[in-house]
């Protein structure tokens, strides 16, 4: 009688790298290009603590945290409150290369530990700095000769994508509109079969959020670098608010796609300290009602902010991405050593 | 049955949907740049084969099935339903037809075979990937013709048709791949 045997994919021993030595050379050169890229134009590289007093409130955020001697710490999900305390105190402008952390977020796409390129430009609104985004996509991307760096980028409002490719208007239709348009378009990637969606109830974003994800995002950068800007107000994040054309209250967000990959998201910052005490807060209750873990709010944060921070703009890019991309590698875990489950 | 949250999922995992088990084909983590996370799981009902693609908020949990492979021996045949033996605990178990389903047209009687248990109760029959069977019927071949690629079917004892080559004749043993339903070799018992 013959053993079943299973096919299997052929699977490296776990104490090799995942990725490829022509993976780690083209991220190595992408570091090198990036700093050279801030360098030549005068913007500081600084070091901030990935182990921090406080966490980030944002509840889809969910923070490791580690003991200290008699503290707890909390690995940090990006170096943006530090990052800001420095431009506070007068650093003028400032980028940094490190490394975020965020529980439970593991895919295609996603390590728990992942390297964060994020980076201030006092003076400028989020317009200003999504140009500096697409001169330095086509320093990173271009230089590896993928078409998303060659082409001239897209700019699209939020409002504009979703009405182009999800045929809603995400600021004004009603929930059902959004639902329904969910069930349509959200529904089974390939294979035609059955596909059932969560139920979202009444929480709007989360509707946005899924259509984003499932039917928005994957037409978006194809070919060519897209920037969406003007975000939904009720996801401003730690962006400011402002009126648009039609009165209509939006975030001065804005998200970078690459052939349909969430590269960078960035914010015309928020310097109003009593607002950014505000929204802190409002997460936090959030974070109470569905029994998340409660963080400390960064009260040096807050009072930096007080002190007052200058007008700005910073972004956010994930590195391992941009090599995903410049490699043209379908998962992240072929662009890193050593992905979470070879740790 | 424990219930699983989503970052426990992996491929091979068995869980419920709708109330039936299911086996995790694949499955992938989503994110906005900030917001809502989803898991978007790939599964095949195991009861009916058929695969749907289930999306759930990364706060989520799902409901495990009970669900096991276990070796076991083939029995017999009453009519209407096919008996298996546990080796270990001698316990039996008659499986109907649309459990049994395509294993039903290799196996025989003594066979070991992986039977899968939901809830203690059999849900489906998978053969050996390669099984001994004789030939019952087949035309005689033709003299001299042996390399020349033709085939004939044959009747094997088991009720199944195969392919085989010119040369095979009734009364021998053959190799054949559960999985293609193709003649792999002469076989000795």
């Not at chain 1, 401003?236 to 009165?247: F, H, I, K, P, Y």
């Not at chain 1, 052939?259 to 974070?287: C, P, S, W, Y």
């Not at chain 1, 040096?300 to 200058?310: C, I, K, Q, S, W």
């Not at chain 2, 996370?37 to 495990?64: I, N």
Request: net charge negative; hydrophobic share 40%.
């Amino acid at each position: 009688m013959a053993s079943r045997s299973r096919s299997s994919r052929p699977c490296r021993p776990a104490w090799r790298p995942a990725a490829s030595p022509e993976a780690l050379r083209l991220r190595a050169e992408l570091l090198a290009t990036t700093r050279r890229f801030f360098a030549e134009r005068g913007v500081l590289e600084v070091e901030t603590p990935t182990l921090a007093g406080a966490a980030a409130t944002d509840p889809h955020l969910a923070s490791l945290a580690a003991r200290c001697g008699d503290r707890l710490l909390y690995l940090q999900t990006s170096p943006e409150y530090a990052m800001k305390r420095l431009l506070a105190a007068g650093s003028g402008p400032i980028y940094q290369l490190g490394r975020a952390f965020r529980d439970g977020e593991s895919g295609r796409r996603h390590n728990p530990e992942f390297t964060l390129l994020e980076w201030y430009r006092p003076g400028f609104d989020h317009h200003r700095l999504m140009d500096e985004v697409e001169e330095l996509l086509g320093a990173t991307l271009g230089l590896a000769q993928r078409p998303a760096g060659r082409l001239p980028a897209e700019r699209l409002s939020y409002r504009e994508a979703f009405r182009r490719h999800a045929g809603i208007d995400p600021l004004t239709d009603p929930l059902e509109r959004l639902a329904a348009a969910a069930l349509e378009l959200a529904g089974p990637s390939e294979s035609g079969g059955r596909a059932s969606l969560p139920d979202l109830g009444d929480d709007r974003d989360a509707w946005l959020d899924l259509l984003m994800v499932f039917a928005v995002q994957e037409r978006l950068g194809r070919g060519r670098a897209t920037l969406l800007y003007d975000y939904p107000a009720s996801q401003a994040a730690l962006a400011r608010v402002r009126r648009d054309e039609d009165g209509t209250r939006v975030a001065e967000r804005f998200e970078v796609f690459v052939e349909g990959v969430e590269l960078a998201n960035g914010f015309h910052e928020l310097t109003d300290a009593v607002e950014q005490r505000r929204r802190f807060e409002h997460d936090l209750e959030i974070r109470r009602a569905r029994g998340l873990p409660e963080v400390p709010l960064d009260e040096r944060l807050l009072a930096a902010l007080e002190e007052g921070m200058p007008a700005c703009a910073g972004v956010a890019l994930g590195v391992d991405r941009l090599v995903m991309l410049a490699a043209g590698a379908e998962s992240i875990d072929q662009v890193m050593a050593f992905p979470v489950d070879r740790v | 049955m424990a219930s699983y949250s989503m970052n426990q999922l992996k491929g091979g995992l068995k869980i419920l949907l709708d109330g039936d088990p299911h086996n995790i084909v694949d499955l992938d983590f989503v994110k906005p740049g900030k917001g809502q996370a989803f898991v978007r799981v790939k599964a095949k009902d195991l009861l009916d084969g058929r695969v749907q693609e289930v999306t759930f908020k990364s706060s989520d949990s799902v409901e495990g099935a009970d669900v096991h492979e276990t070796e076991m021996q083939y029995l017999y045949n009453d009519g209407e339903h096919w008996h298996f033996m546990d080796p270990e605990s001698f316990e039996q178990h008659a499986v109907g037809e649309s459990a049994v389903g395509d294993a039903a047209k290799w196996i025989k009687e003594q066979d070991t075979v992986a039977v899968t248990l939901w809830n203690g109760r059999p849900i489906s029959v998978d053969p050996p990937n390669h099984v001994v069977l004789t030939i019952v019927e087949t035309d005689p071949g033709v003299r001299g013709d042996t390399s020349s690629g033709g085939s004939k079917p044959a009747t094997l004892e088991t009720g199944a048709v195969v392919k085989v080559p010119l040369f095979i004749a009734e009364g021998e043993l053959i190799k054949v791949d559960t999985r293609t339903g193709e003649y792999i070799s002469r076989a000795k018992e």
